[in-house]
């Protein structure tokens, strides 16, 4: 519970992974907890798509939606997505996930317009931070009915 005088993003934070069993649902709110303990104000929710088939990928990938452009100025911000790398970082020490790159994209939840990428390829580096690709195409703003949300 935050107060009135503790700085709050303006909305909520949603989470997301498109691949539920390498990232898992129970992975998500482990990471939910971790940021709503940062005091940020905002309430995070995950949400995720069962998956059919194979869905093979070499990396690990998390979507973090974020209410607006003007969201990645604030300080806030910054200490949200310090939790998240670090999160990310503890990943590689798991079993059968060391040598996966971990990706995290950040979204303009008002637009569906990604805002920038952080790439990290091993537990130790800094990781990569990358604009967002020009040629890509936005994702819808409002999520399909097939995701989970809680």
Known sequence: MTDESTPRLSSNVL???NNPLDVTPEDLEDL???LEATKS???VEIGYEDQYGAGVTGHEILLFWIPNAEALRDGLYV????TTVGWLRERFKRKHRER?????TVFDASTGEP???WVLTDSESEPVVRAPDPLRRPLPTRRPRGKHRK
């Open 15 to 17: 989470l997301e992974t």
């Open 32 to 34: 939910a907890v971790l």
């Open 41 to 43: 104000g905002s309430s």
């Open 79 to 82: 200490a949200l997505i310090t």
């Open 100 to 104: 996966r790159t971990k990706i995290l």
């Open 115 to 117: 805002l920038e990428t």
